[in-house]
């Protein structure tokens, strides 16, 4: 068994400010990790940090995340998995990577979200789309639902993931035995 962390966040931006509005949840995106250092995890999000209209898929940097949003609060949860499905968690990985470029984000998926309708182009995820899909795909975590209609608040909810640690990002970067503490 391995373990893996999925990170739920909020910023202080507005086009988090809207996600949270609408799904009246308290965190608006999601990330999966593989270290326990929390310095970078993956998902679908915003490729300039002051940009969230131009994002795709996204080995995203923590440290730098907090710089721009000091006040990024998160949820990391621990779920433990196979070692098939870590392996294959890390080959999608790798397979999104070196295709990053044509990749997008699902700005209209999001948009078409709201009026309970999917619309997934192809090689377009959001964030909870994207982190459901592959943990679907990798035989991890399901949801009786879609991966395209699961939320963070899914995630929040789900039996299978483990709280480790409710607070700001830039504290559990700096002192990553927050989280194992717990």
């Known amino acids: 068994m391995k ?7 909020k910023t202080e931006s507005i086009f988090c400010s809207l996600i949270t509005s ?27 940090i002051r940009n969230p209209f131009i994002g795709g898929f996204m080995n995203e940097n923590y440290p730098r995340w907090v710089a721009a949003f000091p006040k990024t609060e998160c949820l990391m949860y621990t779920l433990d998995v196979t070692d098939e499905s870590y392996h294959l968690l890390k ?33 377009s995820y959001f964030c909870s789309h994207f982190v459901s899909y592959i943990l679907r795909e990798a035989k991890a975590l399901y949801f009786d ?38």
Request: aromatic share 16%; charged share 25%.
């Open 3 to 9: 373990t893996i962390y999925i990170m739920l966040s």
């Open 91 to 123: 080959q999608q990985i790798e397979d999104f990577k070196s295709e990053q470029k044509k990749y997008k984000y699902n700005t209209l998926g999001v948009i078409s979200y709201m009026f309970n309708v999917k619309l997934h182009p192809k090689n």
């Open 22 to 48: 609408y799904t009246h949840e308290p965190y608006a995106h999601v990330s999966l990790l593989f270290d326990d250092n929390f310095s970078n995890g993956y998902s679908f999000s915003r490729k300039k």
């Open 145 to 182: 639902k879609d991966p395209f209609f699961t939320t963070a608040g899914d995630f929040r909810r789900h039996p299978d993931l483990h709280l480790i640690y409710e607070g700001y990002l830039n504290k559990l970067v700096d002192n990553p035995a927050l989280a194992r503490a717990a």
